[in-house]
């Protein structure tokens, strides 16, 4: 036996197809498309962004996921082993993918956090309270129930730990025991979840005006500035939708069966993807439309769309609590696979650099997450008022959204 194949055979691979593309699905299938998604779509004239989207997502984008999935079953290494097996040139190239995981990782745990906070709260009867509470800070600040939340370090940081330990438990079980087991568990009752709230939005009286906003094109006032920023705009979800040059699709390659078709999986993780994102536009845009009385300001509140207006939303909709405790669900378990395919990256490398067993690798990396991640948590709370550089981060919805 080859010692490549005795290397691949020691990180452990997908058992089937279906464990495959259900595992890259997971991982594109995240915030990104729970949230963002919709609200571009809105922002930048409906059916034309959706179209852009389309044709970059069939085009650059499958270009681009069929060949770092090649790259990574060819080589049976990590991001950063990949890049230099192929090329020593293009090791940097390695490097950089690798940082960005490492760096995504953290902070996307402690929004996890928060969505499993919001989904304990709704699943036990608690939703009408992220509505309607209130809340009056020491400098006399108003604050919704989300600014209040986070503006304490206690339960932002037990969720934060909680939702570092759930995605830890399953990359230590390994690629088929753990990753693709929980995805083909997981990715089903995603989109059952997705696809009944979406029907059940759509049935709302004045659902119908909310659906035209959402994917018909928009010409009035669209001119050439707006054309190029709404070309940017799919570019930028394009990758953040579909885990591009995060080297997690090189490193999910890595564990592809040698005798299953790339370009077959990759159209069918698109395919997935996009429905997704797509089909989160039908639950929120018309919802929040139609509880807005139509105001189109309220869809491009970034993270406190989800956070603020939609609880509102759900406290104003008929069956609210549960539409809002079975969303809550929905985007939790997207959150989850997209954030173990973030630390199976950066585990798999650290496994491959150092020669450390999974479980080691991914203790070393929990440990880094937590140190990273609270330093977040604590910077929307007890050290809100920190300068760096000379700015003050402070715990409004707003200046949160300008740095996703």
């Not at 509470?133 to 108003?142: N, P, V, Y």
Request: charged share 15%.
């Amino acid at each position: 036996m080859s010692q490549k194949t005795t290397e691949t055979s020691s990180r452990g691979g997908f058992a089937s197809k279906l464990g495959f593309v259900l595992s890259a699905a997971g991982s594109a299938v995240g915030l990104g498309n729970i949230w963002r998604f919709p609200y571009l779509a809105a922002k930048y004239g409906g059916g034309i962004f959706l179209l852009i989207y389309l044709i970059f997502a069939i085009t650059f984008g499958f270009t681009m996921m069929v060949t770092e999935i090649a790259i990574g079953r060819k080589t049976g290494k990590s991001v950063i082993g990949a890049y230099k097996a192929v090329n020593k040139r293009f090791s940097f190239l390695g490097y950089l993918a690798a940082l960005i995981p490492g760096l995504i990782l953290p902070y996307y745990c402690v929004i996890g956090g928060w969505v499993l906070k919001y989904t304990t709260s709704f699943v036990t009867g608690s939703g009408r309270d992220m509505a309607n509470a209130a809340f009056t800070s020491i400098d006399g600040t108003e604050l919704t129930f989300f600014e209040n939340f986070i503006s304490h370090l206690g339960q932002p940081a037990l969720f934060f730990v909680i939702y570092v330990a759930l995605t830890a438990i399953v990359v230590i079980m390994g690629v088929e025991k753990g990753i693709e087991k929980v995805s083909k568990i997981l990715m089903p009752v995603l989109l059952i979840l997705i696809i009944g709230i979406s029907a059940y939005t759509l049935s709302l009286d004045g659902a119908g005006e909310g659906l035209r906003y959402y994917i018909l094109p928009n010409f009035r006032d669209f001119t050439a500035e707006k054309l190029l920023k709404t070309i940017a705009g799919a570019v930028g979800q394009l990758f953040y939708s579909m885990s591009i040059a995060m080297g997690i699709m090189v490193t999910y390659g890595s564990y592809m069966r040698k005798e299953d078709a790339i370009e077959g999986s990759v159209r069918q993780i698109e395919v997935f993807d996009t429905a997704v994102a797509f089909l989160a536009g039908l639950i929120i845009v018309p919802a929040v439309f139609v509880f807005s009385g139509g105001d189109a300001a309220a869809l491009n509140a970034g993270p406190g769309l989800m956070f603020i207006t939609l609880p509102k939303v759900f406290d104003a909709m008929p069956a609210g609590q549960f539409i809002g405790a079975a969303f809550f669900i929905l985007v939790a378990l997207a959150a989850l696979t997209s954030s173990i395919s973030l630390m199976e990256t950066v585990t798999a490398v650290v496994m491959e650099k150092f020669r450390l067993n999974r479980t080691k690798s991914c203790i070393a990396v929990v440990i880094a997450t937590l140190i990273i991640g609270m330093l977040s948590v604590m910077g929307y709370s007890v050290w809100d008022t920190v300068k760096i550089f000379g700015m003050a981060k402070r715990h409004s919805v707003q200046s949160f959204c300008t740095t996703l």
